[in-house]
């Protein structure tokens, strides 16, 4: 497929071929807001979306990168992308983004919540901050955006949510108990939040991804370094995964294609949590490789 091949590049840029899978307008006229969408997946779900009819928000606190981001997202697809500084970590200022949105774009359809952080890093070795930090912004952030938007829009209107989640606390992944733990918080609150918010017509659904190619993460954590050390060859699917594939499971929950899907976490990691050698030692030499390269 032409939108996979594509795909074979590091940086924030559109596809420069796109093949549909699904129809054209699946989310014609619709509103998007993204968490974290200036970069890596969260840029390109917002890409598939505009070029599926949808407006979009895409929503960090680096105003100068989402700006380059918004200009080249609405010049590849002609649909409009409204920037907005934002930290997930603080309600007052998801409060203003949110207010910026319904003024300018008129209504939110879909939110998606991408931002997050994450390092290696061995539990004897993690500060208290950085844990702290951690499950602040993937799980808080994650909280914080959701009640923001159900309370001023979803409640009356309706609306889906995806959340970007991780396997990472599904067989307890060395080096990452901070993230592992905010991510499997995120994975409970998607199911509390289908139970509670389902009445309003509101879908809460999640995407766990795998080791994706592109992505600042997965340059950090495995790259190269990993391709070498023969990871991917205990992966069933024999690769990492890309950008687009984690767009379009994230278009599939955010549309009308699983209208009666609420409270799932969509694993698309190519098999990896089941098979991945969850070895210290040798994630410590990637890590370290990786660090050596910064």
Same mark, same amino acid.
């Given at each position: 497929?032409?939108?996979?091949?594509?795909?074979?590049?590091?940086?924030?840029?559109?596809?420069?071929?796109?093949?549909?899978?699904?129809?054209?307008?699946?989310?014609?006229?619709?509103?998007?807001?993204?968490?974290?969408?200036?970069?890596?997946?969260?840029?390109?779900?917002?890409?598939?979306?505009?070029?599926?009819?949808c407006d979009t928000v895409i929503a960090s606190r680096n105003m100068d990168k989402l700006?380059?981001?918004?200009?080249?997202?609405?010049?590849?697809?002609?649909?409009?992308?409204?920037?907005?500084?934002?930290?997930?970590?603080?309600?007052?200022?998801?409060?203003?983004?949110?207010?910026?949105?319904?003024?300018?774009? $008129?209504?939110?359809?879909?939110?998606?919540?991408?931002? +997050? #952080? *994450?390092?290696?890093?061995? &539990?004897?070795?993690?500060? !208290?901050?950085?844990?702290?930090?951690?499950?602040?912004?993937?799980?808080?952030?994650?909280?914080?955006?959701?009640?923001?938007?159900?309370?001023?829009?979803?409640?009356?209107?309706?609306?889906?949510?995806?959340?970007?989640?991780?396997?990472?606390?599904?067989?307890?992944?060395?080096?990452?108990?901070?993230?592992?733990?905010?991510?499997?918080?995120?994975?409970?609150?998607?199911?509390?939040?289908?139970?509670?918010?389902?009445?309003?017509?509101?879908?809460?659904?999640?995407?766990?991804?795998?080791?994706?190619?592109?992505?600042?993460?997965?340059?950090?954590?495995?790259?190269?370094?990993?391709?070498?050390? $023969?990871?991917?060859?205990?992966?069933?699917?024999?690769? +990492? #995964? *890309?950008?687009?594939?984690? &767009?379009?499971?994230?278009? !599939?929950?955010?549309?009308?294609?699983?209208?009666?899907?609420?409270?799932?976490?969509?694993?698309?990691?190519?098999?990896?949590?089941?098979?991945?050698?969850?070895?210290?030692?040798?994630?410590?030499?990637?890590?370290?490789?990786?660090?050596?390269?910064?």
């Amino acid at each position: 497929m032409a939108a996979l091949q594509a795909e074979d590049v590091n940086a924030d840029d559109c596809l420069t071929s796109y093949t549909y899978i699904y129809s054209p307008d699946l989310l014609k006229n619709q509103v998007a807001f993204i968490t974290g969408g200036g970069s890596g997946i969260g840029f390109r779900i917002a890409e598939v979306f505009m070029r599926h009819g949808c407006d979009t928000v895409i929503a960090s606190r680096n105003m100068d990168k989402l700006k380059q981001a918004a200009k080249t997202l609405t010049e590849a697809t002609g649909r409009r992308c409204l920037p907005l500084c934002m930290d997930v970590r603080q309600p007052e200022s998801i409060m203003a983004a949110v207010d910026e949105t319904l003024k300018e774009l $008129g209504c939110i359809d879909i939110l998606v919540n991408n931002a +997050a #952080g *994450n390092f290696l890093c061995p &539990a004897t070795s993690l500060s !208290f901050n950085a844990f702290k930090t951690v499950v602040e912004i993937d799980t808080m952030g994650t909280f914080n955006t959701c009640k923001v938007v159900y309370d001023k829009w979803f409640k009356d209107h309706g609306g889906n949510i995806v959340n970007i989640s991780a396997t990472l606390g599904y067989k307890g992944q060395v080096l990452q108990v901070h993230a592992g733990s905010a991510k499997a918080a995120n994975d409970a609150m998607t199911r509390h939040l289908a139970v509670e918010w389902g009445p309003s017509g509101v879908r809460v659904n999640a995407v766990a991804p795998g080791p994706i190619s592109g992505t600042e993460g997965f340059r950090r954590l495995a790259g190269h370094s990993a391709e070498a050390a $023969g990871v991917f060859q205990s992966i069933p699917l024999q690769r +990492a #995964g *890309n950008k687009t594939e984690m &767009a379009h499971c994230t278009l !599939f929950l955010a549309s009308r294609a699983s209208s009666y899907v609420t409270g799932a976490i969509l694993v698309a990691d190519g098999g990896t949590w089941l098979t991945l050698p969850n070895d210290v030692s040798m994630l410590l030499g990637i890590a370290s490789s990786q660090s050596a390269k910064l």
